[in-house]
């Protein structure tokens, strides 16, 4: 670029063909330079040969192609490269020159005084001397990267690998610090290792490392102290900045503000001439304001300096014309100092008072947050070949400060412009800059490292740019940054131009900017992302049909799957062993039961699974507690037709500890008696009647042991029999059901021949020569009692015919209240029998006996459906 910033020529050559000038090259040598604005020629950059770099990054070869994208293949056998050797004295000193800011162009600036930092040098300088790392913490303008530099000149020869200086500025992690480190170390050009590589040499470095502008604290700082064990460094940082943890054992320095006779004495060398009263007493107000802080004494010199001008201090101003060779007129009146507002934040004062190239200056860095590109690139950005100066102008009046290899605004002055009208015109200015560096970013001439140490102003500007600019400016620049190994502004580049082409509709380049995401995310191991981005890509260039770039993103998603291959091969993934075979069962360790003896009298039938308590053998009075279920040896159980197979549960086997039968049985206790039949229920009536006894046993001391099913039931040879009671119980379950819905729908007669119930619960006997009837007491979930068609006969009743349905087309008459009548009209009166028929429901044929039957008061457990038995006595 321009030779005034210190370059060599090879800077500038092209990679091929004649050398043209730069913007920068134009301007130096007072041409007009080129039209900021020209956007590249074409889709692929800008006309001319394509610079093609070859790098080495890790186990591959990447060419990066700025035409097609970027290509990728395995180091071929043969051309590995060995370990590079650290540079010398000669080459770490050009090193250290390069990491520094560019020489501006035009008288040199005076280098400020050191003040009051005497014991913070020692200290530092000692500290590093003993191998430990310091972090030098204040605020910005109180002179962190000054008391730097002082440290670096006097560590020069404390380590063997000599001092290197880094900038932490706008940097999270340490990865792209330790490739930072690396590049000033050791010699290896166009060469990215790979990360186990990288820690094997950074962890060989033995040097003085000056970061300024730290950004990252706790567990990344950690990580980046852990990674160079043999550096010392020294850390500079604002307060804001996260802090190091406990176990980095990391000193803290901390820089105040200068006292007052140290003020004065900065301020009288930034002048250059000894104070007078009344700028002593503000200069006292100003430090009481500013805490001291250097910067601001820096500022309050350069208004003092500017006043002097306006003020015509000199004596030789008072022969001069006055605006003639000046660009502004002078002011007649005596210029006053300033006030203590304006120093202490003097920004918009001194930006008035400098050159109008210098306020165009100023607009730029509004626009792209505070970054000023370089000075070589003003003279095209602001249209005036001598702008280039204006950096030093504004540089001297401390409203820049350096940052690695660029200038920025100090601190608080982009704030103080945006409020005066500074950033009106940031959206033109940003796209004016985005447009200049797409043309310079993709100029044959530029070299990628000239580019990657204007990345942050290039980032910028692309932020600022609108969508066009924006993705041509990520076209050009993505490239450059590749083959100047700054992958971490590549990456920005990728992720922000693809998102621009995307909304700006342009295919072609949305697909490059993920094919360069995909091989850049290959380099650094990340399969899986390289995966998605050039499967992403392929589909783009595929609906292009571009068979070329096609290809070039086949070959790399090639290379993805034997990655792939190649870490599933080093680490398989966890896979469970087969299940072992059904004898081979875990076996569950239960405590021991005795099992159950089988009954010899009783033939042998299928085996009846274990049962398990349920809530109604818990509800029920009459049943005993249920065991809880416990594996035991399994015997074959008797046959038990009472016992459905409905009343138990099977249970998984298990594996015993000795041979024993196949299956285990726990009986169940019936929870009611069951009546004594000689004959399998044919109706459902007898099926209800097996289930809900009408004359419950009352409870005895021998009716809470389980009674044995065999002893009250005869086995029956009919197979099917189970099948056929289960299915009768279920239509039983179903009718009652049924029945006890209909019953509470109807609320009016459908039978004018049936006299209604009366409210109160009925009551109904038989004549007193018959024997004892016993009427069921219904409950809730019954239907109501329905007439019969026919008067009852008065003989015993069988159950044959105590068990016949009425009549079709009979329905009740009326559905009874729930709450039974004090005074009921038809009730007879004591030791008269009723005539009222009995309700059709099953009964029982009791035996003859001697003994009067105690009468049993019938108390309504349903819709006033409830029944009473009246005391008869036998002949």
């Known amino acids: ?45 800008p006309a001319g040969p394509a610079r093609v770099v070859t790098l080495t990054a890790g186990d591959f070869t990447l060419t990066v192609n700025p035409v097609d994208g970027s290509e990728i293949e395995p180091v071929r056998p043969g051309t590995e490269r060995g370990r590079p050797a650290k540079r010398d004295a000669a080459a770490r000193a050009a090193g250290d020159a390069a990491a520094r800011p560019p020489v501006l162009p035009g008288p040199p600036i005076p280098a400020r005084p050191l003040l009051a930092r005497g014991e913070e040098l020692e200290r530092l300088v000692r500290l590093l001397g003993r191998g430990r790392s310091v972090r030098l913490t204040g605020p910005s303008g109180s002179g962190r990267s000054a008391l730097l530099d002082a440290v670096a000149a006097r560590c020069a020869g404390l380590a063997p690998d000599g001092v290197v200086r880094l900038s932490g500025y706008g940097h999270q992690q340490p990865g792209e610090l330790l490739h930072a480190l690396h590049a000033a170390v ?58 190091p943890s406990d176990d980095s054992h990391v000193e803290e320095v901390f820089l105040t503000g200068l006292g007052k006779d140290d003020c004065l004495a900065l301020l009288e060398a930034g002048l250059g001439r000894p104070l007078t009263d009344e700028e002593t007493a503000w200069a006292g107000d100003l430090r009481f304001a500013s805490e001291g802080l250097p910067l601001r004494f820096v500022q309050a010199a350069a208004m003092l300096r500017q006043r002097d001008e306006l003020n015509h201090s000199d004596a030789d101003d008072d022969e001069e014309e006055p605006g003639v060779f000046e660009e502004r007129p002078r002011d007649s009146g005596v210029v006053p100092l300033p006030t203590l507002a304006e120093g202490a934040a003097p920004a918009e004062l001194l930006a008035s008072r400098v050159s109008e190239s210098a306020r165009a200056a100023l607009r730029i860095a509004c626009a792209l947050g505070g970054e000023l590109p370089h000075h070589a690139h003003l003279p095209a950005l602001v249209g005036d070949t001598h702008a280039d100066t204006a950096v030093a102008e504004l540089l001297d009046c401390g409203l820049l400060t350096p940052v690695g290899t660029r200038y920025r605004l100090a601190a608080g002055v982009a704030r103080q412009l945006e409020d005066v009208g500074y950033a009106d015109t940031v959206s033109e200015e940003a796209r004016t800059a985005a447009r200049h560096y797409a043309w310079w970013t993709g100029h044959a001439s530029v070299v990628p490292e000239r580019v990657g140490r204007e990345a942050d102003a290039v980032l910028a500007a692309l932020a600022g740019a609108d969508v066009v600019a924006a993705a041509v400016l990520a076209r050009t620049a993505a490239p450059a940054f590749a ?17 621009a082409a995307r909304k700006a509709g342009e295919v072609a380049e949305q697909a490059y900017f993920h094919h360069e995401l995909g091989v850049l995310a290959l380099c650094e191991g990340r399969v899986d992302r390289a995966r998605a981005e050039l499967e992403t890509s392929i589909g783009l260039r595929g609906a292009l049909a571009d068979k070329r770039g096609t290809v070039a993103g086949r070959r790399a998603l090639a290379l993805v799957v034997d990655r792939e291959a190649a870490g599933a091969a080093a680490s398989p993934p966890l896979r469970l062993e087969a299940p072992a075979a059904a004898s081979e069962a875990v076996t569950v360790a239960t405590p021991a039961t005795p099992a159950t003896p089988p009954k010899p009298a009783t033939p042998a039938g299928p085996a009846a699974p274990a049962a398990r308590p349920n809530a109604v053998t818990k509800a029920l009075p009459s049943a005993k507690p249920a065991t809880p279920v416990r594996p035991r040896p399994a015997v074959a159980p008797p046959e038990d037709p009472a016992v459905s197979e409905a009343a138990v549960t099977r249970v998984a086997p298990v594996t015993p500890a000795g041979p024993v039968s196949a299956e285990a049985v726990s009986r169940m206790t019936p929870v009611v008696p069951v009546n004594h039949r000689s004959q399998t229920p044919t109706t459902l009536s007898e099926v209800f009647e097996d289930a809900f006894p009408l004359s419950p046993e009352p409870a005895s001391a021998s009716a809470a042991a389980p009674v044995p099913a065999t002893a009250t039931a005869k086995p029956s040879s009919d197979p099917g029999r189970r099948r056929r009671v289960l299915l009768a119980a279920a239509g039983a379950l179903t009718v009652v059901a049924l029945g006890t819905v209909v019953s509470l729908a109807m609320t009016t007669p459908d039978t004018p021949d049936t006299e209604p119930p009366a409210n109160g619960p009925a009551v109904s006997s038989t004549p007193a020569s018959a024997s004892p009837t016993t009427v069921q007491q219904n409950s809730g979930n019954d239907p109501a009692p329905e007439p019969p068609v026919t008067a009852p006969s008065n003989g015993a009743t069988t159950p044959q015919e105590s068990a016949a349905a009425p009549s079709p087309g009979r329905t009740p008459g009326r559905t009874p209240s729930r709450r039974p009548s004090s005074t009921p009209t038809n009730s007879p009166r004591p030791g008269t029998p009723s005539t009222a028929p009995t309700t059709a429901g099953p009964t029982t044929a009791p035996t003859a006996t001697g003994e009067a039957t105690p009468t049993a008061t019938a108390a309504p457990t349903g819709p006033g459906t409830a029944t009473a038995t009246s005391p008869t006595t036998a002949p």
């Not at 063909?17 to 007009?32: D, V, W």
């Not at 962890?203 to 604290?217: F, H, N, S």
């Not at 100047?484 to 998102?499: K, M, T």
């Open 186 to 243: 050791y010699d290896a050009p166009r060469e990215r290792p790979e990360r186990d590589e990288l820690l094997a040499r950074v962890r060989d470095i033995g040097a003085v490392v000056l970061l300024d502008d730290l950004e990252m604290g706790g567990s990344a700082l950690d990580e980046l102290l852990r990674a160079t064990p043999e550096c010392a460094y020294l850390l500079a940082a604002t307060p804001e900045t996260k802090a």
């Open 483 to 499: 083959a100047s190994l700054h992958w971490e502004a590549w990456e920005r580049v990728l992720r922000s131009g693809a998102e």
């Open 1 to 45: 670029m321009d030779r005034t910033q210190g370059q060599t020529g090879r800077d500038e050559q092209a990679a091929g063909g004649p050398r043209k000038p730069s913007s920068a090259s134009a301007s130096a040598a007072g041409t007009t330079p080129p039209a900021p604005a020209s956007p590249p020629s074409g889709p692929s950059g």
